[in-house]
């Protein structure tokens, strides 16, 4: 066998796998602490909500310099990405605080928009940005392990979340800085 079919694979798996891996990663960190909040305490956090915000904010920005789709997608996805700060904004204008736009049913509706179609529309152009080869048909297999390994660690951090006192005390939120979730343990001494 020669070296250079040994070395070809080998070095086409380091091609891929790099970008495959910070693209994974990223979306595994931005998942993970929304999804264990809402298991822990039944509520999305502000610092995950200003995750959210900058994450699509900055891709909307970068959008408007170079539109990544064609038109007419490039405005729904304009639409997508500004729609977390245009909620943020408003909900601060408009109630004095985003905890008091939560509880009004628009505001809690026009969140809920967000989460199910903001929150895809950024995680796609993040995928798009880090590996647009795993937009090619060829690639489907890996672009749906990567949905499917962020939907896993989705689904494990709200789980986490949710059992908290299998994994951590209440002792573990308080050194963190966090609220004590209602259902958290007491250190047994």
Known sequence: ??????SEPASGRRSI???LA????????????????LGAYGEVFYDDVFRVVVAATILFVVTVVNPVYPSPWIWIVRVALAAPML??????WAEGSTSKALDRPVFAAWMVAILLVSVPITLRMLIDMFMPELTSVGSR???????????????????VGRENPRFMTCAD?????????DNCIKAQD
């Open 1 to 6: 066998m020669s070296e250079s079919a040994t």
């Open 17 to 19: 796998g790099g970008p």
């Open 22 to 37: 910070l693209t994974a990663v990223t979306l595994g960190l931005l998942t993970w602490p929304i999804a264990f909040n």
């Open 87 to 92: 909620w943020l904004l408003t909900a601060a």
């Open 141 to 159: 297999r890996i672009l749906f392990s990567i949905v499917a390994l962020v939907a896993v660690v989705g689904v494990i951090g709200f789980v």
């Open 173 to 181: 939120f308080s050194i963190a800085g966090s609220a004590e979730p």
